[in-house]
């Protein structure tokens, strides 16, 4: 089973992304998913140390000072989000690949990061008015939240080339389909590699 391999999923927020990561997860694929730190207040179910790291702007500076942080965004106007370092060692110590979810210009760093180690996965929704309409069924988000994710996702769209295979998440199973067939093939046939400091 290999080890030490990256994959990148990235997109506006609810084209879809975090529903396909959860499927890769529960399969036997030995993903470790790289836990991100945010500024912004847990939601839904979500759970401190699964979901996300729920830190104080205050805190979040400090990891920044103290460099901390493979990469870092205020995705949202004073919403921080970032990948710890300590992430891709924890996970690459515990000998497994590394699952990261995070924004179009975070995925696109870390690719450039890593190269051809990473594969970079961008989920595309059918169109802007059906994101607008996931994330209103969603219910997760005030309207002005809402608002404010659709009109990033026109610029995050332009990211797109930066990526190296494009899911567009129309009907939910061709995408989870695709997904998994694009990242069997890339944890099959590229070596592994260590990650681990
Ligand atoms: P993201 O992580 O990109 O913000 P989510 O995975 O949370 O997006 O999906 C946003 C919403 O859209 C969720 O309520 C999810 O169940 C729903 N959803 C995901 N994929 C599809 C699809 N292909 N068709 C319809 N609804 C979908
Ligand atoms: P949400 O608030 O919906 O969980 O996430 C909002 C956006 O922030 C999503 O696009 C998500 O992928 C992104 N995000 C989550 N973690 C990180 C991270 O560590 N770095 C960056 N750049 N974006 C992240």
Redesign the pocket.
């Known amino acids: 089973m290999s080890e030490g391999k990256l994959v990148i999923f990235s997109?506006p927020?609810?084209?879809?992304?975090?529903?396909i990561v959860r499927h890769l997860l529960s399969l036997n694929l030995n993903f470790g998913f790289s836990v991100s730190a945010t500024t912004r207040k847990p939601r839904g179910t979500e759970q401190n140390g699964k979901d996300y790291y729920f830190i104080s702007t205050e805190e979040f500076r400090n990891k920044i000072n103290r460099d901390e942080f493979l990469e870092w965004e205020e995705v949202y106007p004073g919403c921080f989000y970032g990948t710890l370092k300590s992430e891709v060692n924890r996970i690459c110590k515990n000998g497994q690949n590394i699952l990261f979810d995070v924004d179009v210009v975070g995925g696109s760093n870390i690719k450039k990061y890593y190269g051809e180690k990473a594969l970079a996965v961008f989920?595309q929704p059918p169109s802007l008015i059906e994101l607008e309409n996931?994330?209103l069924?969603?219910s997760t988000d005030c309207p002005e939240m809402i608002r404010e994710r659709i009109a990033k996702a026109e610029h995050e769209l332009t990211y797109v080339n930066l990526f190296d295979i494009i899911i567009i998440?129309?009907?939910?199973e061709n995408?989870l389909q695709e997904a998994e067939v694009n990242v069997r093939k890339f944890l099959d046939k590229s070596p592994d590699w260590k990650n681990c400091k």
């Open positions: 997109a927020s609810g084209a879809g992304k975090t529903t989920i996931r994330l069924a969603r998440n129309d009907q939910l995408a």
